[in-house]
């Protein structure tokens, strides 16, 4: 009879926790700032990252900061748990780059001028391409190792269209919404809450899921069992 044992690494789970209460507790955030600022704040018109401007901007500077660090947890844990490949860790290390690009728009944060006018002083537009570049082609990246997981490999075609959309998105956002002036620039809000909380977002919380169904999974395997389970999803000292 064999014994069981617990192989789960608690900063595992932890991981797959920090990839999904990431999206949904900045989402909460910033749609709570948006019902204080009625009237003042146009969702439709304005980015989230406008809340940086103008009374409490504080809230979302910090909103962009444990996001980006609960992203980064969550790129760590990604990598680990996927089957090793040569490149593997491109994938990861996007998702790991869009957190500091998160953190980045809170250290280079919009500002709002005498006349009411949001504007950035600087780095803020570059940290934001950043954030939403770098997640677009990490859903399309890590979408080839999904496909050599059998544990991932539902998710594969899924994550692969969202980053492609994500990545086609990138310059017409850049060039007819965005800036001001733009055709298109009255609804940059909406366009942007579509990407985020229609693609992004939940391409990110099914990672997470599976993430964290990938993890439990390993309670109870065999002990026979362990050390092919431990060295396929690595461990906190494996840094590579």
Do not use: C
């Not at 444990?66 to 790129?75: E, I, N």
């Not at 994550?159 to 086609?168: C, D, K, P, Q, Y």
């Not at 017409?172 to 992004?200: E, K, N, T």
């Amino acid at each position: 009879m064999n014994t069981t044992v617990r192989t789960a690494a608690p900063w595992l789970v932890r991981s797959a926790w920090a990839g999904m209460i990431g999206p949904i507790l900045f989402t909460l955030t910033f749609l709570a700032q948006e019902a204080f600022r009625v009237g003042e704040y146009s969702p439709i018109r304005e980015t989230v990252s406008a809340l940086e401007a103008g009374p409490n901007g504080w809230v979302q500077q910090l909103n962009f900061v444990v996001f980006g660090a609960l992203t980064m947890a969550f790129a760590v844990g990604l990598h680990r748990a996927l089957r090793p490949t040569g490149l593997g860790v491109v994938g990861p290390a996007l998702f790991f780059v869009s957190g500091i690009g998160a953190t980045l728009a809170a250290v280079f944060p919009l500002r709002e001028d005498g006349a009411g006018v949001t504007y950035d002083p600087s780095g803020h537009f570059a940290a934001g391409m950043m954030f939403f570049t770098s997640s677009a082609l990490a859903l399309v990246v890590v979408s080839f190792r999904l496909a050599k997981d059998p544990r991932w490999r539902g998710l594969a075609v899924y994550a692969r269209v969202a980053g492609i959309v994500l990545l086609l998105s990138n310059p017409v956002m850049g060039v007819l919404v965005v800036p001001d002036g733009a055709p298109l620039h009255d609804w940059a809000g909406l366009a942007q809450r579509i990407l985020v909380l229609v693609i992004l977002f939940p391409a990110r919380i099914a990672l997470s899921h599976r993430l964290l169904h990938v993890a439990r999974a390993a309670d109870g395997l065999p002990a026979a069992a362990e050390a092919a389970h431990a060295e396929r999803i690595g461990s906190p000292e494996r840094l590579s």
